[in-house]
């Protein structure tokens, strides 16, 4: 059974930072593309950042330069760290795993930048 657990999540002021990790299990966790989307109130799902295999990353321009993914294949992890937070990155975070046909999604955490 494929299971992706979001965490990290959570209330921060304007300016913050929190970090998301996603934890795989039952995939072979290195042979998967990893993503971060983020969906906010009335809004689409948006990919916000992506991780490839061999670890090549790309971003959307809103969070560049302030958002960075990283993996741990050891760990089954995907991170997400995001720093100088603002209202606007207020959502749902949910990881997504990719390999050919097979796509997966976590349950999702709630970000709220709020003062």
């Known amino acids: 059974q494929v299971q992706l657990v979001e965490s990290g999540g959570g209330l921060v002021q304007p300016g913050g930072s929190l970090r998301l990790s996603c934890a795989a299990s039952?995939?072979?966790?290195?042979?998967?593309?990893m993503a971060w989307y983020r969906q906010a109130p009335g809004k689409q799902r948006e990919l916000v950042a992506s991780?490839?295999?061999?670890?090549?990353?790309n971003y959307t321009d809103s969070v560049k330069g302030r958002f960075t993914i990283s993996r741990d294949n050891p760990r089954n992890t995907v991170y997400l760290q995001m720093n100088s937070l603002k209202p606007e990155d207020t959502a749902v975070y949910y990881c997504?795993?990719?390999?050919?046909?097979?796509?997966?999604w976590g349950q999702g955490t709630q970000v709220t930048v709020s003062s």
């Open positions: 991780i490839t295999r061999a670890g090549r990353t």
């Open positions: 039952g995939i072979i966790f290195s042979a998967y593309d």
């Open positions: 997504k795993a990719d390999q050919f046909y097979r796509h997966y």
